[in-house]
């Protein structure tokens, strides 16, 4: 049984008061309302069936909610909109989706926390959704430190997803916006790998040693960047002379390499490429490593990167005892939940 980890859906009464708050939502908000398996739920269900011994956890996908408002109250109600969704689906139509990922925003005036332990403890919830950035502010302030202590003490799994927009310019001395969607192809990768380091260097994850976190799309850009990681930040602090890093780097419990390889999870959603899924596949140990197709953003709005996923990871021959733990071992076992029965 192949459980794919991450998915994309937006609940309809969430999809419906969404649109009555962003309106004509630019960016992310063009690409979703184009791709029905997003909000169509017997439209999604066709295409699980298309797929033998498959089914889906579902979670959020963009924009963040702390995007669409900046009132803690409508944070919040939002959140519980999505949550209370999901679980009504699943329930539902277990055999399609036996689990869902919780939506959350560290911009809540609690930084998610009571709606993580509601989503967990009274919905089911598999673990929570954040992103790599609050609005354009990094995930390890102190501000946010509530919910990392939460999830370290719930001991469920935080799904990590990329996030940024094309207001973020790729030369901010020269232009207002990212052009070229580079804000999408490159920048959510960075993305990815900056909210990794921040955690890293902060400390958090020597502080909450329970956190059990999911990287998208194989981390970004970390696979491919091992050298830079591991001999490059060997040496941190050789190249700075406002801040301390050399004591930071010796303060460190380990080496910033084995962070990156052993104290994330990474999932398998690589847009079909099979570069890419090869090195992630070199780079994190088996037992971090979680099948997942990204669905429904593909061209073919929901079945391509399935299928292609899926046949990259057979061409591999990878062994069926470490098989078994991508398609779904892995999955239960950070959960806490049997999802195949």
Known sequence: MRIDAYTHFFPKKFFDRMLTIAGDHKDMGKRVRAVPALFDLDHRMKIVDLFPDYAQILSYPQPPVEVLTSKPGEIDELSRIINDGFAEICAKHHDHFPGFVAQVSLAAPDAGVREAERAIKELGALGVQIYTNVAGKPIDLPEYEAFWAK?????????????????????????????????????????????????????????????????????????????????????????????????????????????FKNDFYADTAAFGGIPATKCGMEFYPADKIIFASDCPFDPEKGTLYIRETLKILDDLNIPKAEREMIDHGTLEKICGVKLVK
């Open 151 to 259: 999830m370290n003490e719930l001991g469920k799994p935080i799904w990590l997803h990329p996030a940024r927009g094309a207001d973020v310019s790729d030369y901010p001395a020269f232009e207002k916006k990212s052009l070229y969607e580079i804000w999408w192809a490159f920048g959510w990768s960075y993305e990815t790998g900056c909210a990794m380091a921040r955690l890293v260097f902060s400390k958090t994850l020597d502080k909450y040693t329970k956190l059990k976190i999911i990287v998208h799309h194989f981390g970004g850009i970390v696979p491919m960047l091992e050298g830079r990681i591991g001999n490059g930040w060997d040496q941190l602090g050789t190249r700075t002379t406002d801040e301390d890093y050399v004591a930071l780097r010796k303060s460190l419990k380990k080496r910033p390499l084995d962070y």
